[in-house]
């Protein structure tokens, strides 16, 4: 079983910033990708970001120039910095982590998704 939880949401101004964190824990293997995605009222859920095993990250158009996304020092967890927001960007923001789970002799895939943590950009 792996568990995914995120924080730092919240209500902030246009222009400010947050720094969401996503933690991913219990029988993970190994990590291949962990990335934030959004999901707005009345839209799909789209990507924001992501970082593989190696240290790539890939960004939505969006928010090129104005996110980063990093690990930290801590296995397992990423954070994203969230920089000059707009009222776009309002949404509840998701963390997705993906490996392997299990040991070496019995190892299956998993995809798992934190409940989620809403991001309102206000004027």
């Known amino acids: 079983q792996v568990q995914v939880v995120e924080s730092g949401g919240g209500l902030v101004e246009i222009g400010g910033s947050l720094r969401l964190s996503c933690a991913a824990s219990g029988s993970i293997y190994s990590m291949s990708t962990m990335g934030w995605y959004r999901q707005a009222p009345g839209k799909q859920r789209e990507l924001v970001a992501d970082?593989?095993?190696?240290?790539?990250?890939n960004y939505a158009d969006s928010v090129k120039g104005r996110f980063t996304i990093s690990k930290a020092n801590v296995k397992n967890t990423v954070y994203l910095q969230m920089n000059n927001l707009k009222s776009e960007d309002t949404a509840v923001y998701y963390c997705?982590?993906?490996?392997?789970?299990?040991?070496?002799?019995?190892?299956?895939?998993?995809?798992?998704w934190g409940q989620g943590t809403q991001v309102t950009v206000t004027s």
């Open positions: 970082i593989d095993g190696s240290g790539w990250t």
């Open positions: 997705n982590a993906r490996g392997y789970s299990g040991d070496y002799r019995d190892r299956e895939n998993f995809s798992t």
